[in-house]
């Protein structure tokens, strides 16, 4: 599948409007370990979180994904990546954090953070 700069662009607006309105959430429930040990580990609140989503570029863009959850195949998933400064909770170190981020945009432009974590592996940038 072919992607365009534009294309992420427009998804993108749409997506940091929403957030901008507070019409999103994070995922951060059993299936989400990962989301919940950021906000452990380091010092991160609401605020920031959303100071990062909000910071997020096309060259951020990693790569759409079909949504696999039954119920839910025709919703696509749009993943970015971000390295991040951020202070870990314990040892008070700074310390340069690669994000790993993915987003469901609903029909009525509701956003909902599904991955806001550490990458597990590396990721491959579109547009680097």
Do not use: W
Request: net charge neutral; proline share 1%; with cysteine.
């Amino acid at each position: 599948m072919k992607i365009s700069k534009r294309e992420i662009a427009v998804y993108l607006a749409e997506v940091k409007n929403a957030i901008q309105n507070d019409q999103y959430r994070i995922e951060r429930n059993v299936h989400r370990q990962d989301n919940i040990d950021l906000f452990l580990a380091y010092i991160i609140d609401e605020r920031k979180a959303k100071e990062i989503l909000l910071d997020l570029t096309v060259e951020d863009f990693s790569e759409i994904r079909q949504n696999t959850h039954k119920g839910y195949e025709h919703e696509q998933l749009y993943v970015f990546g971000k390295d991040i400064e951020l202070l870990e909770r314990i040892g008070n170190t700074k310390k340069t954090v690669s994000l790993y981020i993915k987003f469901n945009k609903l029909d009525h432009c509701y956003v909902i953070v599904v991955s806001l974590h550490e990458q597990n592996y590396p990721i491959k940038y579109y547009f680097k």
